[in-house]
């Protein structure tokens, strides 16, 4: 099978063949794929001058036993450069051999199971962090909410007891206490007989790993004897399904995660959930968008391979630059787990899913910052960003936290400013804050001076063109400002010549746009202090501590949107891969 794809793929100049598995339980994933190579077979050139074709094959209804056959089909035929799906990993941990001996490349878009890429595959990748990660994340939901104390309940397969051992130990690691752990079978129809024993006991949460339809039962039950907790689940749970079964009143104050969220500031992102509604008369789910990325993030990698020859293919999936789709970046290690993607939360308020903002942040702090005593050691000079973001502070020392973030995240050791040497005209840039933290993480800070009050426009944007140029050649990274509104064209022609140059844009959010630096800091703008819709839902969920007080500490986390095609060609010397970064974009300029 190995041979004959090889052999066919290096003589073949006909249709790109691509499978796709359907998943069980939507049509969303195929429709996903289907508009992805819709939009891919539009273009000019297409993919390398060919015509991507999808062979679209039916779900894993009977598990791998049943699906045995399909996959041994699709393996045998030479033509096939790539399949994508396999929402189970009970299927796709035994099709993943039968793939990586045909190499064929296999992009799994749901796998979260551990032993999915232990097996030191080349040609198998998976699209979603696995179960590691997001037991990791629940844990830290768990802290941050101040449960001290938890029950831990999960069905007896493979995946879910896998996920929920995982979530014993990083609570345990975390200091919260296992008041109760149970398995039960996913098809038992009545669990009072479990869960009387939990009605004497005290505790603050349940962690709950169940499929669907076991979880939504279980939910149901748990409210009607009594036990009003909030629940805190597992991926297998699809939560409108959930809510349909425990029921509007039941399934409230229960947390879920998701890997794909819709995000105004990603122009991509929007520009997919428009073409999909339209031609599908709804908006994409996370199965669409994931389709929508396996295909074309299989179609980048074809282009820079410009080969269909499965072995080349699968070492530009390893070592290719960052892609960023519509459910976040992507970079694969050498097992062939996808890194830079994290999971987003729902809570479930009057039997509808809301997005819980900013909490994936805490997470992403705190292992920002185990990262760095790990890499430096405890002598480092170390900020607590978490701690500083969470405090109420002054706007200057927000910001001077924010830029110590950047230097953390960059790692530049040479930053240049351009100002007006006033009052007024440092304040506009800046340079106070960028002094401050300049002394206290050890950085030079390198200076232009331009005295923007007295020139016409024309003479500005001369001296600009003179300090970008000057500057360039002493600097790894340049802190910008709005330049007193000049337009945008010549802001692009600007941000090109330090592209060429190779070093990174920083700028404050407010008049600069995402797009038009490598690198944009804010406060969060999807939450504020005493914002009434955060409040309600968060403040059901909340163990210890006041919703007000929760809401202010979000209200201080910092957003930050990174352009990834200016970093992967910049000096930073730093990955940009799991760092607390909201939006990853892709440059949209010439």
Same mark, same amino acid.
Request: some cysteine.
């Given at each position: 099978?190995?041979?004959?794809?090889?052999?066919?793929?290096?003589?073949?100049?006909?249709?790109?063949?691509?499978?796709?598995?359907?998943?069980?339980?939507?049509?969303?994933?195929?429709?996903?794929? %289907?508009?992805?190579?819709?939009?891919?077979?539009?273009?000019?050139?297409?993919?390398?001058?060919?015509?991507?074709?999808?062979?679209?094959?039916?779900?894993?209804?009977?598990?791998?036993?049943?699906?045995?056959?399909?996959?041994?089909?699709? #393996?045998?035929?030479? %033509?096939?450069?790539?399949?994508?799906?396999?929402?189970?990993?009970?299927?796709?941990?035994? #099709?993943?051999?039968?793939?990586?001996?045909?190499? @064929?490349?296999?992009?799994?878009?749901?796998?979260?199971?551990?032993?999915?890429?232990?097996?030191?595959?080349?040609?198998?990748?998976?699209?979603?962090?696995?179960?590691?990660?997001?037991?990791?994340?629940?844990?830290?939901?768990? $802290?941050?909410?101040?449960?001290?104390?938890?029950?831990?309940?999960?069905?007896?397969?493979?995946?879910?007891?896998?996920?929920?051992?995982?979530?014993?130990?990083?609570?345990? $690691?975390?200091?919260?206490?296992?008041?109760?752990?149970?398995?039960?079978?996913?098809?038992?129809?009545?669990?009072?007989?479990?869960?009387?024993?939990?009605?004497?006991?005290?505790?603050?949460?349940?962690?709950?790993?169940? +499929?669907?339809?076991?979880?939504?039962? @279980?939910?149901?039950?748990?409210?009607?004897?009594? @036990?009003?907790?909030?629940?805190?689940?597992?991926?297998?749970?699809?939560?409108?399904?959930?809510?349909?079964?425990?029921?509007?009143?039941?399934?409230?104050?229960?947390?879920?995660?998701?890997?794909?969220? +819709?995000?105004?500031?990603? +122009?991509?992102?929007?520009?997919?959930?428009?073409?999909?509604?339209?031609?599908?008369?709804?908006?994409?789910?996370?199965?669409?968008?994931?389709?929508?990325?396996?295909?074309?993030?299989?179609?980048?990698?074809?282009?820079?391979?410009?080969?269909?020859?499965?072995?080349?293919?699968?070492?530009?999936?390893?070592?290719?630059?960052?892609?960023?789709?519509?459910?976040?970046?992507?970079?694969?290690?050498?097992?062939?787990?996808?890194?830079?993607?994290?999971?987003?939360?729902?809570?479930?308020?009057?039997?509808?899913?809301?997005?819980?903002?900013?909490?994936?942040?805490?997470?992403? @702090?705190?292992?920002?910052?185990?990262?760095?005593?790990?890499?430096?050691?405890?002598?480092?000079?170390?900020?607590?960003?978490?701690?500083?973001?969470?405090?109420?502070? +002054?706007?200057?020392?927000?910001?001077?936290?924010?830029?110590?973030?950047?230097?953390?995240?960059?790692?530049?050791?040479?930053?240049?400013?351009?100002?007006?040497?006033? %009052?007024?005209?440092?304040?506009?840039?800046?340079?106070?804050?960028?002094?401050?933290?300049?002394?206290?993480?050890?950085?030079?800070?390198?200076?232009?001076?331009?005295?923007?009050?007295?020139?016409?426009?024309?003479?500005?944007?001369?001296?600009?063109?003179?300090?970008?140029?000057?500057?360039?050649?002493?600097?790894?990274?340049?802190?910008?400002?709005?330049?007193?509104?000049?337009?945008?064209?010549?802001?692009?022609?600007?941000?090109?010549?330090?592209?060429?140059?190779?070093?990174?844009?920083?700028?404050?959010?407010?008049?600069?746009?995402?797009?038009?630096?490598?690198?944009?800091?804010?406060?969060?703008?999807?939450?504020?202090?005493?914002?009434?819709?955060?409040?309600?839902?968060?403040?059901?969920?909340?163990?210890?501590?006041?919703?007000?007080?929760?809401?202010?500490?979000?209200?201080?986390?910092?957003?930050?949107?990174?352009?990834?095609?200016?970093?992967?060609?910049?000096?930073?010397?730093?990955?940009?891969?799991?760092?607390?970064?909201?939006?990853?974009?892709?440059?949209?300029?010439?």
């Amino acid at each position: 099978m190995a041979s004959d794809r090889i052999n066919y793929a290096r003589n073949n100049s006909g249709d790109i063949k691509v499978v796709v598995v359907r998943t069980a339980y939507s049509d969303a994933y195929v429709n996903g794929a %289907k508009l992805a190579a819709e939009q891919i077979n539009q273009r000019s050139d297409r993919l390398l001058g060919r015509h991507l074709r999808l062979d679209i094959r039916p779900a894993d209804k009977d598990g791998f036993v049943g699906s045995r056959n399909k996959i041994l089909n699709i #393996a045998a035929d030479p %033509k096939v450069v790539a399949v994508l799906g396999h929402d189970s990993s009970s299927v796709a941990i035994p #099709a993943s051999v039968i793939y990586e001996e045909s190499k @064929l490349i296999f992009i799994c878009s749901f796998a979260t199971a551990q032993s999915f890429t232990r097996h030191d595959f080349r040609y198998v990748f998976r699209m979603v962090p696995s179960n590691p990660v997001l037991a990791g994340q629940i844990t830290n939901i768990a $802290e941050t909410f101040g449960y001290k104390k938890m029950v831990v309940l999960h069905a007896r397969d493979n995946l879910n007891r896998e996920l929920a051992f995982l979530f014993e130990d990083a609570a345990v $690691e975390k200091g919260i206490k296992l008041v109760k752990r149970a398995s039960f079978f996913d098809s038992t129809a009545d669990y009072r007989t479990l869960i009387s024993e939990l009605t004497k006991l005290s505790f603050d949460a349940v962690f709950l790993a169940a +499929p669907t339809d076991a979880a939504g039962r @279980l939910a149901r039950q748990l409210r009607e004897m009594g @036990l009003n907790q909030p629940i805190l689940g597992g991926d297998d749970i699809l939560g409108e399904t959930y809510i349909e079964i425990a029921g509007n009143k039941a399934s409230n104050k229960t947390v879920l995660p998701i890997i794909y969220k +819709p995000n105004k500031k990603d +122009p991509a992102g929007q520009a997919f959930s428009q073409a999909y509604e339209k031609k599908y008369q709804k908006k994409p789910d996370v199965s669409a968008a994931q389709g929508y990325d396996s295909v074309m993030l299989l179609a980048t990698a074809i282009e820079r391979t410009q080969s269909t020859v499965t072995s080349a293919l699968s070492s530009t999936l390893h070592y290719m630059p960052l892609f960023v789709g519509v459910t976040g970046v992507h970079a694969f290690d050498e097992a062939g787990d996808v890194q830079g993607k994290k999971y987003f939360f729902q809570a479930i308020h009057g039997g509808k899913l809301y997005y819980l903002p900013a909490i994936e942040q805490f997470y992403l @702090l705190s292992k920002f910052s185990e990262s760095l005593k790990s890499q430096h050691g405890s002598d480092y000079q170390f900020t607590d960003f978490l701690d500083k973001f969470t405090q109420s502070v +002054p706007d200057e020392d927000h910001k001077t936290y924010l830029l110590d973030l950047a230097h953390e995240m960059l790692g530049f050791d040479r930053i240049g400013i351009i100002y007006e040497n006033t %009052k007024e005209g440092r304040k506009i840039a800046h340079y106070s804050i960028l002094k401050q933290s300049a002394e206290k993480k050890g950085f030079e800070v390198v200076e232009c001076h331009i005295p923007f009050s007295s020139l016409d426009v024309e003479r500005i944007k001369q001296r600009l063109f003179a300090c970008y140029g000057k500057l360039s050649l002493d600097v790894d990274a340049l802190l910008v400002s709005s330049y007193y509104n000049l337009d945008r064209t010549f802001i692009k022609n600007l941000h090109s010549s330090l592209r060429f140059y190779k070093i990174p844009s920083i700028a404050f959010s407010g008049r600069v746009n995402p797009p038009d630096v490598s690198v944009l800091l804010g406060k969060r703008s999807d939450v504020s202090a005493g914002n009434q819709d955060t409040m309600r839902l968060y403040g059901d969920l909340l163990n210890g501590i006041k919703s007000h007080q929760f809401s202010e500490s979000l209200s201080g986390l910092p957003e930050i949107i990174m352009n990834v095609d200016d970093l992967n060609n910049s000096k930073v010397k730093n990955s940009i891969l799991d760092k607390p970064v909201d939006v990853y974009l892709q440059s949209t300029m010439n």
